[in-house]
T-cell receptor, first 117, second 112 residues
């Protein structure tokens, strides 16, 4: 089974509007971390936001927030007030504790976001 | 802000040749990783490295691949005899004890 599922093939949003990028995950671990990364066309991987499985509040980082619904195993990224520079590929990823202290990140397939002026 | 640096940014090599991809992780980080991304596809885990040894490796990381941390600062990925299907972007990453994974800008490897 897929550990991280990102089913939206491509998303479009009008500049200054909010957009939600979906991510569901699958794990039997009780302790895990969820991450979102942005990959612009230049190719680098930029860390955006992190949510721990035991965190009671949804993570926020500036215009990014993570809508964490543990029972549904979803960790959607919300970008508020979209900017043209937000156009990029967005990857959801998970790290499970059962893999040990240096367990790897497992990535989803990614979602392409295009912001329209 | 400290960052992971990778060299070269682009490497072109002929099939069957050896390549070494170089990385300098963030200095106080303890855990090191190599990932790869074939064009337009997902980011795939290759190998993790901690305390001077491999912690975990994926099915992709076969006998043609090796990693080394020769001098306490560099972290290298060697592909002994490259194949066409090794063409990809290779990312080095590092993290501290409780920090998120920080990626380098990647090395685009083209095997002709």
């Amino acid at each position: 089974a897929q550990k991280i599922t990102q089913t939206q093939p491509g998303m479009f949003v009008q500049e200054k509007e909010a957009v939600t990028l979906d991510c569901t995950y699958d794990t039997s671990d009780q302790s895990y971390g969820l991450f979102w990364y942005k990959q612009p066309s230049s190719g680098e991987m930029i860390f955006l936001i992190y949510q721990g499985s035991y965190d009671e509040q949804n993570a926020t980082e500036g215009r990014y927030s993570l809508n964490f619904q543990k029972a549904r195993k979803s960790a959607n990224l919300v970008i508020s007030a979209s900017q043209l520079g937000d156009s990029a590929m967005y990857f959801c990823a998970m790290r499970e504790r059962q893999g040990g202290a240096n367990s790897k990140l497992t990535f989803g397939k990614g979602i392409t976001l295009s912001v329209r002026p | 802000e400290p960052e992971v640096t990778q060299t070269p940014s682009h490497q072109v090599t002929q099939m069957g040749q050896e390549v070494i991809l170089r990385c300098v992780p963030i200095s106080n980080h303890l855990y090191f990783y190599w990932y790869r991304q074939i064009l337009g596809q997902k980011v795939e885990f290759l190998v993790s490295f901690y305390n001077n040894e491999i912690s975990e490796k994926s099915e992709i990381f076969d006998d043609q691949f090796s990693v080394e941390r020769p001098d306490g600062s560099n972290f290298t990925l060697k592909i002994r005899s490259t194949k066409l299907e090794d063409s990809a972007m290779y990312f080095c990453a590092s993290r501290g004890e409780e920090s998120p994974l920080h990626f380098g800008n990647g090395t685009r490897l083209t095997v002709t």
